[in-house]
């Protein structure tokens, strides 16, 4: 019987012919990836560490420090890797989003492992990488011996079928599967099929990210046409992409009808069995409107935000905040009048963290308050108080919605 995506990746990385579901693995980790909350919690500089060049630091969630406690682990952050001459230091200023500086740098590689403690490192499996998020212990261990394991779970196949309209992004697939088929606990998630191809990078990041809100374990793409073009811009060669073999044994293949799909939400509290089309949403008045985060702070996200925004006011009583993905992002979107476009709309644009994804910083919600946002959970407490609401969208549905002050259709705005 043939492997899986994940499987033919995890067998050879380990040095191994053949695993199958239940086997557990140790493999060699090609990019171990420290974040800033790491080095202001219980932090311990080790006395060596495995492979420098197989190390990254990025300072993402909370930047610029918002707190002491965050302050503190900056110069621990700096003496670590002055310490240990680690080149892939991403501080202040060249900062941003974990999963998005690995993206725009090409340091998520087909057919190789990634660890990060942050549990949306699944983003890295559009690029074909085995990417998972893991406790900070494990990920210091990882560290020092340059190793991990993994028990391999069963795969579940999503074949996508038909063309991706224009209006339906990322966002859409990953809250339609999601509320068609719940939970994928101690599942791996691959993507394929002929309706792949309609499918951009960035969209395809998103589906990958928000892999970690059905609690599955790997979210992994093919290598194509779309996926190489993309590594060639960022000077990423000589690769082993990990592909499925023709009799992959799953535990499930389901297809996805990309044409028949439009924008959906997900309400308050999960994205399993949660959503609904945007057109058969009750009418809900919203306080907030965020847009950002390692799922949809990309330059398309931002991109998609301020052509729904140009020309147009944010509704009374309204906030939208829009946080790019990374400081690369930031620059971009400046330099293409994305952003100057959504501040004429009366959008605030941030600084690009983590902030107000997790509710630490940047707009925190409070009591009572509704927000919709394009972020990556909207479970109880998540952005804020225990008695807000969130809302889950994509970036269009959200600016549609910061215009007309309540949850709104984007095809209302853009037809």
Sequence with gaps: MGMTMIENLLARKA??????AGDTVTVDVDLCVLIDLQFATLWMQPSRIHDPAKVAVIMDHAVPAP????AAGGPRARKFVADFGIEKFFDVGRH???????AENGLARPGEVLACTDSHTCAGGAYNTAARGLGPTEVYSILCTG???????????YELDGVKPGEVSGKDIFLHIANEYGDATNMNLEFGGPGLAS????DRRTIATQGAEISADFSTFGVDDVLRDFLDERGVEEFRAADADLDASYFDVRHIDLSSLEPYVARPGTVSRNGVPVSDIEDRKIDQAFIGSCAN????????AAGILRGRSVAPGVRLLVTPASQKVYRDAMRLGYLQDIADAGGVVTNSTCGACFGYHMGVLGPGEVCITSSTRNFTGRMGS??????????????????AGVITDPR????
């Design 15 to 20: 040095g191994v012919n053949h695993v199958t």
């Design 67 to 70: 707190s002491l406690k965050d």
């Design 96 to 102: 941003g989003i974990c999963h998005q500086v690995i």
């Design 147 to 157: 190793s991990t394991w993994f028990q391999v779970a069963p795969t579940i196949r």
């Design 199 to 202: 499918v951009p990078m960035n």
């Design 297 to 304: 702070g990309q330059l398309e996200d931002l991109r998609i």
């Design 386 to 403: 225990t008695d807000a609401e969130i809302y889950m969208a994509s970036p269009a549905t959200v600016a549609a919605s910061a215009i």
């Design 412 to 415: 209302k705005v853009t037809t």
